[in-house]
């Protein structure tokens, strides 16, 4: 385990290291000046890059920001001089946060009973019709859900606040909206593991022993099933974040994806840069974190992995 | 008074449109304490049928049955058409109780049926605390004792280790530790030894007979093998294509057969008995000197493991004779095999091969072992015979029809059959496009690697003559590996024996067969059952706790010595030259000068043992 | 569009040697390639052979209700959403079956090399791949974007950056089990080299995961093109996908929301058909393997 631990992290390391390289370099491509807007004349626009040092060969730069990023400084906004890009992610951190990490429980909790529903069950139509509920939640973008859900339960029912995040009841609307696709991707998982899992000989011989279906399918088969599932939170975590632009924008909510489209309709480089290494430092955390996790849940993944 | 009692059991599967009886009017009975024992060939029905006892069956097996009787009680399982939802649940909450704790089953394949993800003890104790009340530390002590009584040894510390780090033996040994471990009335065993080696399913033998006599548990033991049935059962129940055919006492079964099922079953199973003839070996063909492979485990941080799969072996094989490599799954004549193909490159020494066609890349073609995954699914079988010939040589079109059909004839197909997809044949006709294909070359040596362990008996005997004719035909020499002794002693002339990568002795089959000299060999050899329930009984079997998986040691000492009865000091620290006496070669410090004395010219070794 | 052609070949070819009934199974696949054909051909037809272009703006016309001279009504410039819409069509179709065709090729190749060489190279090839994996593709995507402008062709560089490593994964875990198959030692024993392995006998028994994959590949390019345009950093005005159109819709959704539903519509359909097509595949080759 500890092996396996060590080389998961070194690959986490690394992935940081391309993933700020190349974003550090592809924000320096973009064309353009940052501050080139409208009127400033050559010698305002020459000063300015002097005072954030963009006057300097590429390579320095990537340097300095390396090393700035080190002491967990990622620069200054562009746009809105003296605002720290990490004042901004404090600020806007926790909404995403409380968003996702709802969202996820919810998708999380509801696909998985779906799923096991879905394959124990005799009745056709409960199948079927889960079936296709996980085609329909799969089958529709997150941003159709949330522009459909706020048109009838904001809009013509005016049950549920269509904007903000003061109350309770504000969550609502913004979590289902992110929880559809991962519940549907979930219930598909789960249904077709469990169902696999469901035929293992290990089953047969667990009834053989004298136990009950459900003791056998909490104890023996959801341990397995439950694999898969777990290895999904990872790429569902990079989901969510996407998610969250949408919801975001879509129910005016003050997050990091907010920010973030808010800052590439600015152009605001430093703080792309930043919400970019932010949001990917996350994934990259959360999609390790499972995989340590199920390493550490099914023996035959740690002795697979070379 | 019997223990179990069943009345005209019938399964049924339905299949989409297709309805296929397995079982249909079984009935027989078990009692008390005694070892009855259920042969048949595979799709006979005999495992469905315990199954079903048990109500294991999946869904869409359709169970009818008049009554099934466990001490008087009963536990009929319900028609699933007529019985309503209550029925099935009584049924269900009934058979809890009975699973295990009343009938326990061990099963064919240990791998599979233990859950990869669950630690070993918990596997054991979970079915402890389903049925009696008790403290985990209580199941967790009663486990120890369970599996310290299955004769595996340091049992707190295997407890906690998943099945994959057990070998096949152990994960046997942990099946039946669960199934013991409520010391049910009658333990249903289905071919709970096809998957193991030779000794191995000795010693899984030993253990059921022990478990019998001390328990006193009924035990109802599924086998298609007549020798694991003669040498464990008092009584047996014949099967054929789902129905009872035959019932007795093994002496009845064995010397006074009446269906003639059973008469065909027996004469196939003693046609393997018979020892071959010698005969004059031709011109040396190929000549593997010292050949030796490693393989090494690449990983990152750690140092590059080196295990090893063949050590300095050597041996020839002379032109139109059949040579029979035996030994145990592990013990490296699969990659010994490869290695003489070509597919594998030695780590040292060297193969010679003195055929005519050396020119071609592969000259040595290869009869593999799953006739499922030999063939691939995708071509036709006029491709899959085609495909050599368009690589190696110019043939026309025409001609290499005419090959293919000159091939497909002699294995006993026909033209049309090159059209069809290999999942519209069978097994053993799987097994004879193996064969064409590997002759379409014309090669002078052909290396088949367990040919027939995966067909049924009736099935091998028919590709072994097949082999037969075809080498009294063209002449070509084979070299034919196998696990099995049995098949090896029917097919080959000149054998050699393999333990742990090394070559332990070779010889004449005949002399080898009759007067085995290499302790190992003699240990194969007695771990043999004969269909014959006198000889087999008169077999003196003794438990051994726990074998160890068979590990190559690097380098030093005899791969045997461990498990040697007849371990010397010097067996630890040196490895044994090759003794040759006449005909014959031995790897044993047995037969060396110091121990077996100077020898003379004239002087005639004997077994040492 | 010629490989989507190609792909309906192949897929018919695979189920016609398998020669099986029409079950429940396969109305799901034989539906969504129907509910596939139909939009494909509107996504051709409507903005070749429509009176009006999906960019021409007339002031007469504004926010038109529906007509028959123009089904879906006009936006708010007085443009016509019918050949607004199937125009969107054509550019979702083009990034799917695009971003598809690319990442299958690398994918099959990347994962063939791993897996049939193994050893080292693919210890190296599949780290390699693990750290590209690591990154949100989305980041990729917005990045590349920003860089190279906003056009369906930085959109399709964008996905398949790290596009291809599902594919290839499993491409890789097929081969590896296959190599080890006895068909293909007897194919080496008849002397067939590496190419004519992978692609004779190994490929063709891998296609199943590998159609699958490939099907469910298209719906989710679609999605990210949609999604992206929807937030402004994806197709700009005057070009019309989707995803733009939608957001154009939205500021006039109380009003006008059937401006936003029919783009919505026809978003929703052309996912779920590739869905259903995906889940009737995968349906068939979980029946194959049970037998």
């Not at chain 1, 889960?130 to 048109?151: E, K, Q, R, W, Y």
């Not at chain 1, 489209?261 to 919400?275: K, P």
């Not at chain 2, 001390?214 to 059962?233: K, N, P, Q, R, W």
């Not at chain 2, 031709?282 to 090494?296: A, D, M, N, Q, W």
Request: proline share 4%; charged share 20%.
């Amino acid at each position: 385990m500890f092996g396996y631990t060590c080389k998961r992290v070194f690959i986490g390391i690394l992935s940081l290291f391309v993933l700020v390289t190349a974003a550090f370099f592809l924000t320096r491509m973009m064309p353009g000046s940052p501050f080139q807007t409208g009127n400033v004349s050559e010698s305002v626009l020459t000063s300015m890059e002097e005072e954030y040092g963009l006057n300097e060969p590429v390579f320095k730069q990537y340097a300095t920001y390396l090393s700035n990023l080190m002491h967990g400084d990622l620069g200054i906004s562009f746009k809105k001089p003296g605002v720290r890009v990490s004042e901004v992610i404090t600020r806007a951190w926790p909404a995403t946060a409380a968003l996702g990490a709802l969202a996820i429980v919810l998708a999380a909790v509801v696909g998985t009973l779906l799923g096991i529903w879905q394959a124990s069950t005799k009745k056709r139509l409960v199948k079927g019709g889960i079936f296709f509920s996980t085609m329909l939640g799969t089958g529709i973008p997150n941003f159709v859900i949330a522009l459909l859900l706020m048109l009838f339960f904001g809009v013509k029912l005016k049950l549920l606040p269509i904007a903000g995040l003061t109350g309770a009841e504000n969550y609502i609307l913004p979590v289902v909206s992110l929880a559809v696709y991962p519940a549907a991707v979930i219930t598909r998982l789960m249904r077709n593991t469990f169902q696999e899992e469901m035929n293992r000989d290990y089953v047969v011989l667990a009834k053989a022993k004298g136990l009950s279906w459900r003791r056998t399918a909490v104890t023996h088969i959801l341990k397995n099933a439950w694999i898969p599932v777990l290895n999904y939170i990872g790429p569902a975590a990079a989901f969510l974040m996407t998610g969250s632009f949408v919801v975001e924008s879509v129910f005016t909510i003050p997050g990091l994806g907010r920010e973030f489209v808010n800052s590439i309709e600015n152009r605001d480089y430093t703080l792309i840069l930043g919400l970019t290494i932010f949001m990917g430092v996350t994934v990259i955390g959360i999609n390790l974190l499972t995989d340590l996790l199920c390493a550490w849940l099914d023996p035959r993944v740690r002795r697979a992995y070379r | 008074m019997s223990l179990l009692r069943v009345e005209d059991l019938s399964v049924q599967f339905h299949d989409k449109d297709r309805r296929q009886e397995a079982v249909s009017h079984l009935s027989f009975e078990v009692c008390p304490g005694e070892i009855v024992g259920i042969v048949g060939e595979s799709g006979s029905g005999k495992s469905t049928g315990m199954h079903a006892v048990l109500g294991l069956l999946p869904e869409k097996a359709e169970v009818a049955c008049e009554r099934i009787l466990l001490d008087q009680r009963e536990i009929t399982p319900p028609d699933l058409k007529l019985a309503d939802r209550k029925a099935v649940k009584a049924y269900e909450r009934t058979m809890e109780a009975v699973r295990g704790n009343e009938i326990a089953m061990v099963f064919q394949d240990p791998l599979t049926y233990l859950n990869p993800t669950v630690k070993i003890g918990r596997q054991i104790t979970e079915t402890i605390r389903a049925h009696k009340k008790c403290s985990q530390k209580e199941a967790l002590e009663h486990a120890e004792e369970l599996l310290d009584l299955v004769g595996i040894r340091k049992a707190s510390q295997r407890m906690r280790q998943y099945p994959f780090e057990l070998s096949g033996g152990m994960r046997q040994r942990v099946v039946i530790a669960i199934a013991l471990a409520c010391e049910p009335k009658l333990l249903i065993a289905d071919e709970p030894t096809t998957a193991l080696d030779v000794t191995v399913q000795g010693q899984i033998l030993e253990l059921f007979k022990k478990i019998s006599q001390e328990m006193g548990t009924a035990i109802l033991f599924v086998s298609h093998d007549l020798g694991v049935i003669a040498s464990l059962c008092r009584r047996v129940l014949v099967m054929q294509a789902g129905k009872l055919v035959e019932e007795g006492t093994v002496e009845d079964i064995f010397y006074e057969p009446r269906h003639p099922y059973t008469r065909k079953l027996l004469a196939q199973a003693s046609k393997l008995q018979k020892l071959p003839e010698n005969v004059k070996a031709g011109e040396p063909l190929l000549r593997i000197e010292h050949v030796s492979k490693f393989y090494t485990d690449i990983g990152y941080w750690k140092k590059q493991e080196k295990t090893e799969a063949v050590l300095d072996v050597s041996l020839q094989i002379g032109r139109g004779e059949t040579y029979g490599l035996v030994g145990e799954s592990g013990c490296g004549k699969s990659t010994l095999a490869k290695m003489v193909t070509g597919l594998l490159k030695p780590t040292a020494g060297r193969i010679v091969y003195e055929g005519e066609k050396k020119r071609l890349k592969y000259p040595i073609q290869m009869v593999f072992q799953d006739p499922y995954a030999s063939l691939n699914p995708r071509m036709t079988i006029g491709d899959i015979l085609e495909e050599p010939l368009l690589l190696n040589t110019e043939d026309s079109k025409e001609e290499r029809l005419r090959k293919i059909e000159e091939l497909l004839k002699l294995v006993g197909l026909t033209l049309e059959d090159a059209q069809k997809y290999p999942r519209a044949f069978s097994g053993g006709q799987r097994q004879r496009i193996g064969i064409a294909r590997a002759l379409i070359l014309e090669p002078e040596l052909l290396i088949c690697d367990e040919p027939v362990s995966a067909l049924d008996v009736s099935i091998q005997e028919q590709i072994l003559s097949l082999l037969e004719n075809i080498q009294k035909e063209r002449g070509i020499s084979y070299l034919f590996i196998s696990h099995d002794l049995n098949v090896v002693k029917r097919i080959s002339r000149k054998m050699g024996v393999m333990y742990a990568g090394s070559l332990v002795e070779t010889g004449s089959t005949k002399e080898i067969y009759s007067d085995p000299w290499h302790p190992y060999t003699k240990a194969l050899l007695s771990a043999v059952l004969v269909p014959d329930p006198w000889k087999a009984r008169r077999k003196k079997g003794v438990l051994h706790t726990e074998e160890k998986k068979v590990e190559v040691p690097l380098g030093r000492g005899c791969p045997f010595a461990p498990r040697c009865g007849y371990a010397m000091a010097c067996c630890f620290t040196g490895r044994p030259d090759w003794y040759q006496f006449e005909g014959r070669k031995i790897a044993c410090f047995l037969y060396s000068e110091e121990h077996a004395g100077r020898r003379s010219g004239s002087m005639k070794m004997t077994s040492q043992i | 569009m010629s490989k989507s052609k190609n792909t309906d070949k192949k897929i018919k070819g695979h189920l016609g040697k398998h020669r099986i009934r029409l079950s429940g199974v396969n109305r799901l696949f034989w539906a969504g390639l129907v509910l596939l054909t139909i939009l494909m051909l509107l996504a051709v037809l409507v903005p070749a052979f429509s009176p009006y272009s999906h960019t021409k703006q007339s002031a007469d016309i504004q926010n038109a209700v529906s007509t028959l001279s123009h089904p879906f009504g006009t936006d708010k410039f007085g443009r016509d959403i019918f050949v607004r819409v199937w125009y969107g069509t054509r550019i979702s179709l083009t990034v799917g079956m695009g971003s598809a065709l690319i990442c299958g090729m690398i994918g099959i190749l990347y994962g063939s090399i791993a897996g049939y060489w193994g050893g080292k190279t693919d210890l190296l090839m599949m780290r390699a791949a693990d750290v590209i994996d690591a990154i949100p593709s989305l980041l990729y995507v917005i990045l590349i974007m920003l860089v190279m402008g906003a056009n369906v062709g930085s959109i399709l560089f964008g996905i398949c950056i790290s596009g291809w490593i599902d594919l290839a994964r499993i491409v890789r875990g097929e081969v590896q089990r296959l190599k080890m198959r006895e068909f293909s030692m007897a194919a080496r024993l008849a002397g067939a080299g590496a190419g004519r392995i992978l692609w004779r006998h190994l490929l063709p028994n891998a296609a199943g995961p590998i159609i699958v994959n490939l099907t469910f590949m298209i719906p989710k390019a679609i999605f990210t093109e949609a999604f992206l345009s929807f937030v402004g950093v994806g197709i700009s005005a005057p070009n019309a996908s989707l995803g733009t159109l939608i957001q154009d819709a939205r500021s006039q959704m109380q009003v006008y929301p059937f401006q936003m539903l029919y783009p919505i519509l026809v978003l929703c359909i052309l996912i779920f058909s590739m869905n259903l097509i995906g889940a009737g595949l995968e349906h068939y080759m979980r029946q194959m393997e049970e037998g």
